[in-house]
């Protein structure tokens, strides 16, 4: 079928969606009206018939009409931007689009075109373009021309495929965000048939895209920027995961964009992200036949004529930001890292957070001398004479994963070791002013010396850890370098739940609970939210803002506030010793065998249990949890992955319920 054809049955389908209710509607009174006249009976059932009719259409409409897109980032005005604002009606021109009526600055990686339309796409609204922070420190200005181009000829023209698109762009978000309920199972159909019958006008689109991003910055700066975008997001990650996570632990705010501009500038990081770019742009598989891997794209460009413009700017894209010194902070501040404490530079930021995390490593090295019950002071003397002793299995094993598998915990003896014994050492070479941090974009950062020497406390601590002959030798070097032997640090608390995911409602003993996933147990709380109302937050858009935020507020309530609810159940990893999953097509049950004698920590309520069969080669008795899925759960986070985390080795799971990327 063509795309002009395409385009038209789509908007055909789509006002059908709403005048099909319309006409049955009137069908009914008009049955009723003529009916009235000859039976007041049978006329009043047919006009009770259409009022229910029309309550249903309403509530579901409402239901559709009321899932909120709310704009996100930094909102950004002309006067205040207005070489951004320029570069951004310049693609917009090119494009042969519409200019957007709002800019804002978000802290993803991308771009998108946001419209907030009326009756699911069949009528235009405001559009809000959103644009990346990290593109401005990752791309030049033509680059990120060439990154708007592409979003922004997507929403291009008011041709029939145009408002084909539109309408599936609203009606695919539309059905992601609504919660399981009638409201839902009635819209898929309608959603599946949209994005069917526009699979091959979106791909166009994308594909249309590319070639007038070719017209403004020429073939080879365009494909050079799909693959930069790529290594950018990779950048990205990795960025917020090793750099930004120091100021979240020392509780300081960075300069994020220029943090980020020296991370990618750093000669090893750029290497590296433009190899994964590279093997992530050749394994992505097209799951989705309207969206092109990046890959079929630069095929296609390579097909495209190969004219070059006649400038290109490579300054920076931070360069159309008007006084970056100020404006930068103000946003970063505002969307990023809100609620920190003071500025400081990034070398400071980095030492404060690496000296941070060793006196951490140092507090818990203390905790699993004090918990072993090894005769040994928990300081580094003690902690060397009882490896000498050949006694480190039995000192390390509390700071050990419970649910390692046994044939990985040799392994994992000598790794934990080496990093707590190490970080101990590093911690008293600080702590005497003999070494401190320095700042690496290209890795953690390194220890140095008083004397400018770098030191690696793993080849310093790993051959006498692997090897206890050679702990006198580790002694007298460890005098050598001025470390106190008799540092210690307190004995770390145990570390508050990290909170993985969570699944609402899931079913216990036949009763509704929410699951909290977190990285030292599973934590589930009665859900009192009736099977009713449920199937209305599906249909009703307050009630489905009511369940989100309830759920919303749940999480992002500390565990251990959680943990003193009424009613409120603790399973502690330590208390589980075997976990299965079993999953069919629509729903799963997860089954864990449990310690609950007097030795256990979890809080676990009996009602909730069953005695697990008996087994003849132990003798301890077990408990058994059953945990099922319910039909209309909502899920935040990466509870599934969490759960594999949590349990490791004592997890047997037929399928994994769930794939979190």
């Known amino acids: 079928m063509r795309g002009p054809w ?65 704009p996100r980032g930094i909102s950004v005005n002309g006067d205040a931007q207005p070489q951004l604002w320029r570069a951004v009606r310049k693609v917009a021109k090119t494009a042969e689009a519409p200019e957007p009526d709002e800019l804002r600055i978000t802290c993803d990686t991308g771009v998108r075109l946001r419209e907030r339309t009326r009756l699911l796409g069949l009528l235009r609204g405001p559009r809000c373009l959103e644009v990346g922070l990290p593109l401005l420190a990752g791309l030049t200005v033509t680059e990120l021309s060439v990154v708007l181009t592409q979003e922004l000829s997507k929403g291009g023209g008011s041709t029939p495929e145009a408002l084909a698109c539109r309408i599936r762009d609203t009606v695919l978000d539309t059905e992601r965000k609504l919660t399981a309920g009638p409201t839902k199972w009635l819209f898929s159909g309608h959603s599946r048939l949209c994005a069917a019958l526009t699979t091959p006008l979106v791909r166009t689109r994308t594909l249309r895209g590319d070639a007038i991003a070719v017209r403004l910055a020429g073939k080879r700066t365009t494909m050079a920027t799909l693959r930069k975008h790529v290594g950018l997001q990779l950048g990205w990650r990795d960025y917020a995961k090793e750099y930004l996570s120091m100021a979240t632990r020392v509780e300081h705010t960075p300069d994020v964009l220029l943090g980020f501009r020296s991370f990618l500038e750093n000669q090893h990081r750029k290497k590296d992200l433009a190899e994964r770019a590279k093997e992530t742009v050749a394994a992505e598989r097209a799951d989705d036949p309207a969206s ?15 004219g070059e413009p006649d400038e290109t700017d490579d300054r920076p894209a931070v360069a159309l930001i008007r006084n970056p010194r100020r404006s930068i902070p103000s946003i970063e501040d505002r969307l990023l890292v809100e609620g920190l404490g003071t500025r400081v530079p990034w070398p400071e930021l980095a030492r404060l957070a690496a000296d941070h995390d060793v006196a951490v490593q140092a507090g818990r090295l203390s905790s699993a001398v004090v918990q072993s019950g090894v005769e040994a002071e928990p300081n580094l003397a003690g902690v060397l004479a009882a490896v000498h002793r050949g006694e480190m299995n039995e000192l390390i094993n509390p700071a050990l994963n419970p649910g390692l598998s046994p044939e990985l915990v ?88 990290k909170l993985s995911g969570v699944v609402s409602p ?34 009703l858009a ?67 249990t069953e005695p697990a069969a008996a087994d003849s080669t132990s003798e301890e008795e077990l408990a058994k949890l059953r945990i099922s899925s319910v039909t209309d759960s909502f899920e935040r986070g990466t509870p599934y992955s969490g759960l594999g985390d949590l349990l490791g080795g004592r997890l047997s799971a037929d399928k994994d319920p769930h794939s979190e990327e």
Request: net charge negative; aromatic share 4%; no cysteine.
């Open 6 to 70: 395409r385009a038209a049955l789509t908007s055909a389908l789509h006002i059908g969606f709403f005048a099909v209710p319309a006409v049955l509607v009137l069908g009914l009174f008009g049955i009723a009206a003529y009916a009235v006249r000859y039976d007041f009976g049978n006329g009043a059932r047919a006009a009770l018939a259409g009022l229910v009719v029309v309550a249903s259409i309403v509530v579901m409409l409402r239901g559709l009409l009321g899932v909120d897109d709310r």
């Open 542 to 608: 307050r009630l489905r803002r009511t369940e989100h935020e309830r759920l919303e507020r749940l999480a992002e309530t500390p565990v251990v506030e959680l943990r003193e609810l009424d009613g409120s159940q603790w399973v502690d990893s330590r208390d589980v010793a075997t976990a299965e999953l079993h999953r069919d097509v629509k729903s799963w049950e997860l089954t864990m065998e449990l310690y609950l004698d007097d030795y256990a920590v979890s809080e676990l309520s009996e009602s909730l």
């Open 506 to 539: 899931v079913r216990i003993a036949k009763k509704p609970h929410d699951l909290f996933v977190t990285d030292r147990g599973v934590l589930l709380l009665p859900n009192r939210t009736g099977t009713f109302r449920r199937l209305l937050a599906g249909a």
């Open 292 to 306: 092109p891997t990046v890959s079929q794209r630069l095929e296609a460009l390579k097909r495209a004529s190969s």
């Open 410 to 497: 040799d392994e994992a003896v000598v790794d934990t070791m080496t990093e707590l014994l190490g970080a101990a050492v590093v911690d008293a070479l600080v702590q005497a002013g003999h070494a401190q941090h320095e700042l690496d974009w290209s890795g953690p950062p390194k220890l140095q010396l008083a004397d400018g020497r770098a030191l690696d406390p793993d080849r310093l601590v790993r051959p006498a850890v692997a090897d206890p002959r050679l702990v006198p030798g580790l002694h007298r070097h460890l005098l050598h370098l001025g470390v106190a032997l008799d540092h210690e640090r307190p004995p770390r608390e145990e570390p508050e739940p």
